[in-house]
Nanobody, 115 residues
Framework: VQLVESGGGLVQPGGSLRLSCAASGFTVSNADMKWFRQAPGKEREWVATISSTTGSTNYAASLKGRFTISRDNAKNTVYLQMNSLKPEDTAVYYC?????????WGQGTQVTVSS
């Protein structure tokens, strides 16, 4: 199982980014796929989930409306579209796959929101 995040970078406040999580070794539609983030000096926090069976989505309350999680089964990739970014969204963003009793992390991608 391998998860590779990409799409991070430096963006101005109010801007947008789309993060990608390319999966291998399993099928994303057969896993609960999640995004987490960890800001400097803070604990890692859950951002969003897309469920394996129904494809339903859930978001951290503070982020709902600005962030959207989705998946492309053909590309075996999960995305996180982030809009109206704020400086407090600065963090390393991690992809996580939960398959049965097992969980797997990607290496993370840095997102910096700054003018």
């Amino acid at each position: 199982v391998q998860l590779v995040e990409s799409g991070g970078g430096l963006v101005q406040p109010g801007g947008s980014l789309r993060l990608s999580c390319a999966a291998s070794g399993f099928t994303v539609s057969n896993a609960d796929m999640k995004w987490f983030r960890q800001a400097p000096g803070k604990e890692r926090e859950w951002v969003a989930t897309i469920s394996s069976t129904t494809g339903s989505t859930n978001y951290a309350a503070s982020l709902k409306g600005r962030f959207t999680i989705s998946r492309d089964n053909a590309k075996n990739t999960v995305y996180l579209q982030m809009n109206s970014l704020k400086p407090e969204d600065t963090a390393v963003y991690y992809c996580r796959a939960v398959i049965g009793l097992f969980g797997y992390w990607g290496q993370g991608t840095q997102v910096t929101v700054s003018s």
